[in-house]
């Protein structure tokens, strides 16, 4: 008889970032990467994430150094960026969220890559994702995802709940004093889609519904079809504070939605 294989853990996918290691390319990647969107985000990034970049001194010097801002992330709101190689396993990355560590990557695009890559580099991690978490509320519901996620993997749910994080933590908008304004992480470490997100007539803008989030299928490959609109991080961790458990059961007999369909209920902006 074959030995289990024991599962892996999560610190067997924790890695430490080589500061020292980033070659002066790599740092002049991050520098342009940076200044393109400072310039294109100071009037389409919601207030938040603009203090959370200000906050951790995430600046145009070069790539950061981990322990630099976990100094400052740390003290601030209690969460942890850690180290990974790339994706990690789904059961891993929502243990670390539950427990307010961010897995970030480490490696940074290529200068052929400036405008588009698929997965996810140190840039898109860190300016994208980490100064929200610098802000209670959203640091919140970063951790209530990851603890969400855990029980959704143990109902079988976790192509609805990963809708949720796609439309709010990757490609969420927000509505603002000042009008419409981005909080993704994927359309701020995005030069073509954080112009596209709030300008372009094509895509649908949609009031958050977390319903019909949870049934929307959702593209990997080019810029969203839909964006879904929130009022208030409160709003959001609001609404999404039940048990989900009854919301998934619903979700079982009801169609997918497609990416660039509106549906009756739809509120558009
Ligand atoms: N791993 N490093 C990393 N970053 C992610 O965003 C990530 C992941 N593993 C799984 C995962 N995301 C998905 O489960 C979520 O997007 C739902
Ligand atoms: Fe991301």
């Not at 207030?47 to 951790?56: C, P």
């Not at 304004?181 to 954080?194: C, F, L, N």
């Not at 919301?247 to 497609?258: F, K, Q, R, V």
């Amino acid at each position: 008889m074959a030995l289990a294989k024991a599962k892996p853990a999560v610190s067997d996918y924790l890695v430490t970032q080589d500061w020292k290691g980033y070659s002066a390319t790599e740092h002049t990647t991050w520098k342009t990467l940076f200044e393109r969107q400072q310039a294109i985000l100071r009037d389409r990034a919601c207030n938040e994430y603009l203090a959370g970049v200000h906050a951790l001194d995430v600046t145009a010097a070069g790539i950061p150094d981990f322990r630099r801002l976990n100094e400052i992330l740390k003290a601030s709101s209690g969460w942890e960026i850690v180290a990974v190689p790339g994706l990690v396993p789904d059961d891993v990355f929502f243990a670390l969220l539950a427990d307010r560590k961010f897995p970030s990557t480490c490696f940074i695009r290529t200068p052929a890559q400036l405008d588009y890559i698929q997965e996810p580099d140190v840039f898109h991690d860190v300016f994208g994702h980490v100064p929200l978490l610098v802000h209670p509320v959203f640091g919140d519901y970063m951790q209530a995802y990851g603890e969400g996620g855990l029980k959704a993997l143990g109902l079988g749910a976790l192509e609805k709940l990963a809708r949720l994080y796609w439309y709010t933590v990757e490609f969420g908008l927000i509505r603002t004093p000042e009008g419409l304004r981005i909080y993704g992480s994927g359309i701020v470490s995005s030069k073509g889609e954080s112009i596209y997100s709030l300008e372009a007539k094509a895509p649908k803008r949609i009031e958050f519904d977390l319903m019909r989030i949870m049934r929307t299928r959702y593209r990997i490959d080019d810029f969203q079809e839909c964006y879904f609109v929130i009022d208030s991080f409160k709003d959001l961790i609001e609404a999404t504070r039940p048990d989900f458990t009854p919301y998934y059961a619903e979700l079982a007999g009801l169609p997918d939605i497609a990416p660039g369909e509106v549906i009756e209920s739809d509120r558009l902006l």
